[in-house]
T-cell receptor, first 111, second 111 residues
């Protein structure tokens, strides 16, 4: 079983809508969770991290964590065409040294 | 921006040739990582380092070796490149808050 699972998409939303990206993880002991954005041909860029159950907001982005259900989500409000990218979910690995990445969800925001 | 550079940015080589990729950071981060990214597989950890001369294997370490003689430099070597090692290689460093930041990547093609 893959440790971090994401729907590959593409997820298509109209401009101005809320985009909801989901991620599940298998290690119940995981403590730290990260969302990266990756544009085509570019390197991953950290946009959010969350450690505690509940919501964490940063501008148009909200990360949500539910450790009991082992999922973490990313909401993007007022989606813009510039948000079109692949979003990677990452979880600290069992060793604590590295991140385990999901394969990413492709988001397309249409004008 | 974590001050990470990678060299070369692009390389084309032939099967059986040794190849060394360099990662340089200016933030004095203790942890450094090498990942490869391939379609359908996402980001996979090759090797990581938790200090000068301290390295360990990741998920896909076969055919790769690393060295870290200075805090700022982390080298990835393919002793005898194979076509299966055609990929995009990313270096990353980790902050004290477990955030990982990525370099710009190296696109390697093995013919």
């Amino acid at each position: 079983q893959k440790e971090v699972e994401q729907n590959s998409g593409p997820l298509s939303v109209p401009e101005g809508a809320i985009a909801s990206l989901n991620c599940t993880y298998s290690d119940r002991g995981s403590q730290s969770f990260f969302w990266y954005r990756q544009y085509s041909g570019k390197s991953p860029e950290l946009i959010m991290f969350i450690y505690s159950n509940g919501d964490k907001e940063d501008g148009r982005f909200t990360a949500q964590l539910n450790k009991a259900s082992q999922y973490v989500s990313l909401l993007i409000r007022d989606s813009q065409p510039s948000d079109s990218a692949t979003y990677l979910c990452a979880v600290i690995s069992n060793s604590g040294y590295a991140l385990n990445f999901g394969k990413g969800t492709s988001l397309l925001v249409t004008p | 921006d974590a001050g990470i550079t990678q060299s070369p940015r692009h390389k084309v080589t032939e099967t059986g040739t040794p190849v060394t990729l360099r990662c340089h950071q200016t933030e004095n981060h203790r942890y450094m990582y090498w990942y490869r990214q391939d379609p359908g597989h996402g980001l996979r950890l090759i090797h990581y380092s938790y200090g000068v001369k301290d390295t360990d294997k990741g998920e896909v370490s076969d055919g790769y070796s690393v060295s870290r003689s200075k805090t700022e430099d982390f080298l990835l070597t393919l002793e005898s490149a194979t076509s299966s090692q055609t990929s995009v290689y990313f270096c990353a460093t980790r902050t004290r808050r477990d955030e990982q930041f990525f370099g710009p990547g190296t696109r390697l093609t093995v013919l």
